[in-house]
């Protein structure tokens, strides 16, 4: 653990905290907090910084509503910048987007390397190590310390997002929140003791009655 006395400020007494959320990783805002702010940030766990327009501290959330439950804050290797991954509850930017990061400077271009080979399967498996085995500052060990009311209100939560998203034909965003909904429903299997076979079976089961009315009508 690294003691706050370590971290190194700058000449006005700052430190630059990338926010980010602790789901997906997506880089929410960049603020800068002082020891106060700091302080204040990890008693609380909400963030909490400070405006160098304004020169006060000022709470994420505490007029919009939009507070960032802090998960972990991890310092880099020179003590003088902050990630702080949290679990958002609404848009981090004051225009009402998501991530204050959304205006490409550089096109997005796919890696020259493949990637890590992905499968659900996977996925499940690393979920329920999560739930067997907590590790701190993991959002989906949070989310199952928080119990069966918080993971049912984040896939609320994602599931408005995923309608949004999609009422506005954004592909990109749309497949985005698909991703988060898909995830917390995964979670949310876990916590239900549901099984990706049983999802399976329960499809296949449909998949054979709809084969069935198929025939039926040919024969008709």
């Known amino acids: 653990m690294v003691d706050i006395s370590e971290l190194k400020f700058d000449e006005k007494g700052l430190i630059p905290a990338v926010v980010a959320d602790a789901a997906t990783g997506r880089v929410l805002t960049l603020a800068y907090m002082n020891e106060e702010s700091l302080r204040i940030s990890l008693d609380r766990k909400l963030t909490c910084f400070y405006s160098?327009?304004?020169g006060e501290l000022w709470l994420k959330g505490e007029t919009s509503g939009n507070y960032q439950h802090i998960v972990?804050?991890?310092a880099d290797c020179d003590r003088d910048a902050l990630l702080v991954r949290v679990v958002?509850?609404?848009p981090a930017c004051h225009l009402g987007t998501f991530s204050c990061f959304e205006y490409p400077v550089f096109p997005e271009t796919a890696?020259?390397?493949g990637k890590e080979e992905f499968s659900y399967e996977g996925l499940m498996e690393l979920?329920?190590?999560r739930k067997t085995d907590k590790k701190e500052g993991s959002y989906t060990s949070y989310l199952f310390?928080?119990?069966l009311d918080k993971i049912l209100k984040k896939i609320g939560e994602?599931?408005?997002e995923v309608i949004i998203a999609a009422k506005d034909r954004?592909?990109?965003e749309t497949v985005y929140e698909i991703a988060d909904l898909a995830y917390h429903v995964m979670v949310l299997m876990t916590e239900a003791g549901i099984t990706l076979g049983d999802i399976r079976d329960e499809l296949a089961s449909r998949h054979v009655i709809d084969k069935k009315v198929k025939q039926e009508k040919m024969t008709s």
Do not use: F, L, N, Y
């Open 72 to 74: 972990s804050v991890t």
């Open 52 to 54: 160098r327009s304004r």
């Open 145 to 147: 310390e928080k119990g």
């Open 111 to 113: 890696p020259e390397s």
């Open 158 to 160: 994602e599931s408005t």
């Open 170 to 172: 954004d592909k990109r």
């Open 127 to 129: 979920i329920a190590g």
């Open 88 to 90: 958002p509850d609404g």
